[in-house]
Structures are given as structure tokens and as C-alpha cells.
């Protein structure tokens, strides 16, 4: 399972990780992979990771779609990772078990 990123720009620079045909956003912030590009780019200054642990299941698309509701980053990427959070409670809800069907699988001794 790999983890995705939300990144920007350190200034009015768009970037280029050829290797995954990802555009790395001016204006706002972007969801992408890890990759080596992403790390240099976070070496040289030209990059700051926001999130380092986003679900696989985590989209620029769907980011982009909460960068157009809010007019200040912080509330866009708070009520992005928000709903991330949210997604990932709802897959791990433990299976219930009622007590009739815990009941058959203990039998009663006598």
C-alpha cells in the first residue's frame, strides 16, 4: 500500500514529475506519489510537504474540488484530510455480532 503526499510549490513555480506525468500545482496544492523527483525538489527547496500519509485511495481531483469551496488553504486542506479521515473509519468498522449468533457459537454446557 502506498501512501500518497499533498505538496506545493515554495513560490510561483510549477513542477514536473516526469515519471509519473504529475504536475505539481503554483496556485494550490497537489496530491501525488512519492518518488525520488518529489524528494529532491523537498531537498532543493523548491517543495513542502503538507501531509506525508494519505490514503492510496486520495486524489488531486478530489482535492481540487475542496481548493474550489474554500477561499484560505488551511480550511481546504483540514477539510480535505477531514473526509480522508472520515473514509477511512467507515472501511475499518469492526463487523458486529449479535448475540443470538454468539450464542450458536458457544454451545451451552450442561
Not at 18 to 43: C, D, G, H, Y
Not at 74 to 93: I, Q, Y
Amino acid at each position: 500500500m502506498t501512501k500518497k503526499l499533498l505538496v506545493e510549490t515554495i513560490g510561483d513555480i510549477t513542477l514536473m514529475d516526469m515519471n509519473q506525468n504529475a504536475e505539481i500545482r503554483w496556485n494550490r496544492p497537489t496530491v501525488v506519489l512519492p518518488s525520488p523527483f518529489i524528494s529532491l525538489k523537498q531537498a532543493d527547496g523548491q517543495l513542502r510537504v503538507l501531509e506525508n500519509d494519505l490514503d492510496e485511495k486520495a486524489s488531486d481531483d478530489e482535492f481540487a474540488q475542496f481548493w474550489a469551496e474554500h477561499d484560505d488553504k488551511d480550511a481546504a486542506v483540514a477539510n480535505f484530510l477531514t473526509s480522508l479521515k472520515g473514509a477511512e473509519k467507515e472501511l475499518e468498522k469492526p463487523k458486529k455480532t449479535t448475540r443470538k449468533s454468539a450464542a450458536k457459537a458457544e454451545p451451552a454446557e450442561e
